[in-house]
């Protein structure tokens, strides 16, 4: 490539230039470095906390207990409902999104003046903010003024209690992350649909293939990379989803919808234990983690093409 | 492959009918509730017709809140001001440290700029209270819990890997060639730095930094551990406010349409480049 020219013309005769070209990446990396650090050093930190007995109220038993807090785990219920609660809310809204997202693409996919203006207007919900795109569902499903309150009345649900009832408080929190994230799998699929070679719907056009084969044996297997990269996106923040539930709910209504960082945010500034509230992270950092290392590869490769050095 | 039959072209239609107000419908009718006073709010059956107020927006912007149980003070202002100064100083901050990061990255290939770029991707996807519960710790010790300076520090967080991912794409697009002519012509690569690559990736970073605004401003959960009431950004603000005693729901509609005006502004002038910094640089728009 024409990095090896570039480092070529570093080469310059005199001495202390080239030392001075040589460091130079390391120089301008610096600062990033330093940020890199200011990260690491509290992540680790957690993870010696996960260690330890630690309870805020209680400094004088700190101590090293090994690897208690994550056997404690096993046979508190708690946390197996955070775990299926977290799990469920991740597989219910990465589905949702994608189902409606690939639908909406779909529609949006010939760019007429009309669907690039909607695609636009469909941005509006992904870059308001979570936490008042909860407080905007709040004021909504209100029991007592809220338009959706009073419009699954005139379809007959009287005392539909939305997120303050725990058989549908999940449903309610599920529907202000489908109107959130929905768009962000939409324009990413958009994108990649428009971006397909057109050869092979013209030879299907052609041939008169029927619309449901080539979807099923073109369309889809052509948009798959970029189908993988939007859910494992929304897979990991979905897990991770803090701000939409704790705005909404803060874990409740009783545990019903306690997840991961909701549970160990309580877990820490509620009940002071931040032994067992690390321990918890860093649970849901292993499993972030594996998926991570799916996603990165996922993202470089779709990246590498995007940039041509495919 | 068009659906050109009249009922596809119906259904399409139908369909998307229902994702606009499924999508639009919210934002609607916050906004038309921000006009409205209690009474009007609370009027069964809802009606869209009304007489508009802007006593909800006075209220908030006085910092003065009239109740029955008499008046009340509220620093809504006060948040979008952090609002602002917090997001802005965040990014401007990420461009100073991120630019020429993403440059060296770009340029020279070398093993710990790969590990820097991959450490902070990965932290990107990592749970954001398992570095901030920690930080929280230190920061008490450190004095820096509670201040500008420390929740700054943080959005780095977000607007770090940001501006380095989809700023080091703009560079690798820019051909070497034209900065190695400029080089054989005598000048340094500072100059070589400022007068040709960051001009040519202009575009580029000037969308890497709106993005990063936008996600500052969005972001909750930092704030919410490491600032207190006078720090606060508006995401945070705006969910104590609805817990405070005599609010009217008309003023918390008239809170959030001001909360997001910003973004959605910043978002509909840069939606160009949304789609490539959603993905980091992975999809081109």
């Given amino acids: ?310 | 492959m068009d659906h050109s039959s009249l009922a596809g072209r119906i259904f399409r239609g139908i369909a998307l009918a229902m994702v606009l107000v499924f999508f639009m419908f919210p934002i609607v009718w916050i906004l038309l509730m921000s006009f409205q006073t209690n009474e009007q709010i609370l009027r069964i059956p809802p009606r869209i017709l009304f007489e508009p107020t802007l006593a909800n927006y006075e209220a908030l912007i006085s910092g003065q809140l009239r109740t029955a149980a008499g008046n009340l003070q509220i620093s809504f202002m006060r948040n979008l001001m952090n609002s602002f100064l917090l997001s802005s100083a965040s990014v401007i901050l990420a461009l100073l440290l991120g630019v020429p990061a993403a440059y060296a990255f770009a340029r020279f290939k070398f093993r710990l700029g790969e590990t820097i770029a991959f450490t902070l991707l990965s932290f990107r996807f990592a749970p954001p209270l398992l570095v901030l519960l920690p930080l929280s710790l230190y920061y008490q010790q450190l004095g820096l819990n509670d201040t500008y300076f420390g929740i700054v520090w943080v959005y780095q967080l977000i607007a770090l890997p940001l501006i380095l991912w989809i700023v080091r794409g703009y560079f690798e697009d820019i051909s070497p060639d034209i900065e190695h002519a400029y080089r054989l012509a005598g000048h340094s690569w500072r100059e070589a730095f400022t007068r040709i690559a960051v001009p040519l990736a202009g575009p580029g970073i000037a969308a890497a930094g709106l993005l990063s605004f936008i996600f500052c401003w969005n972001n909750f959960v930092f704030a919410l551990i490491l600032a207190s009431a006078d720090k606060q950004p508006v995401t945070v603000g705006a969910l104590a406010f609805v817990t405070a005693s005599g609010i009217q729901y008309g003023q918390i509609a008239a809170a959030i349409v001001l909360s997001v005006t910003p973004t959605l502004l910043l978002a509909l002038y840069a939606q160009r480049y949304l789609v490539e910094g959603l993905s980091l640089g992975a999809v081109k728009g």
Avoid at chain 1, 277 to 305: D, E, G, H, P, Y
Wanted: proline share 6%.
């Fill in chain 1, 1 to 310: 490539m024409s990095m090896a020219e570039l480092v070529q013309t570093d080469a310059v005769p005199r001495r202390p230039k080239r030392r001075r070209g040589r460091l130079l990446p390391y120089l301008l990396s610096l600062p990033a470095l330093l940020v890199c650090i200011a990260i690491l050093v509290p992540f680790v930190t957690a993870a010696i906390y996960s260690l330890q007995r630690y309870r805020l109220n209680l400094p004088y038993l700190r101590g090293f207990i090994g690897v208690d807090n994550y056997i404690d785990f096993l046979s508190d219920p708690a946390f197996w409902n955070t775990l299926r609660i977290s799990l469920v809310y991740t597989a219910v809204t990465v589905v949702a999104e994608l189902l409606l997202g690939l639908g909406i693409a779909l529609l949006l996919r010939r760019p007429t003046r009309f669907h690039n203006a909607v695609s636009i207007m469909l941005l509006l919900p992904l870059m308001t903010a979570p936490a008042i795109a909860a407080l905007m569902w709040k004021l909504m499903t209100n029991p007592s003024f809220g338009i959706l309150s009073y419009l699954v009345g005139l379809l007959g649900v009287h005392d539909f209690k939305w997120a303050s009832d725990p058989s549908t408080a999940l449903f309610t929190v599920v529907l202000v992350d489908v109107w959130v994230y929905t768009p962000f799998i939409m324009i990413l699929l958009l994108a990649g649909l428009r971006s397909l070679p057109r050869q092979p719907f013209e030879a299907a056009a052609l041939d008169g293939v029927p619309a449901s084969f080539v979807f099923f044996r073109i369309t889809l297997p052509m948009l798959a990379p970029y189908i993988i990269t939007a859910s494992l996106f929304r897979l990991l923040d979905s897990i991770q989803q803090f701000d939409i539930v704790y705005a909404m709910t803060q874990g409740g209504p009783g545990d019903r919808l306690m997840v991961f960082q909701v549970q160990a945010y309580l877990e820490f500034f509620q009940y002071t234990n931040v032994g067992r509230s690390a321990a918890l992270l860093m649970i849901l950092w292993l499993i972030t983690n594996i998926l991570s290392n799916i996603f990165i590869k996922n993202w470089l490769r779709l990246r590498a093409r995007a940039h041509g050095h495919a």
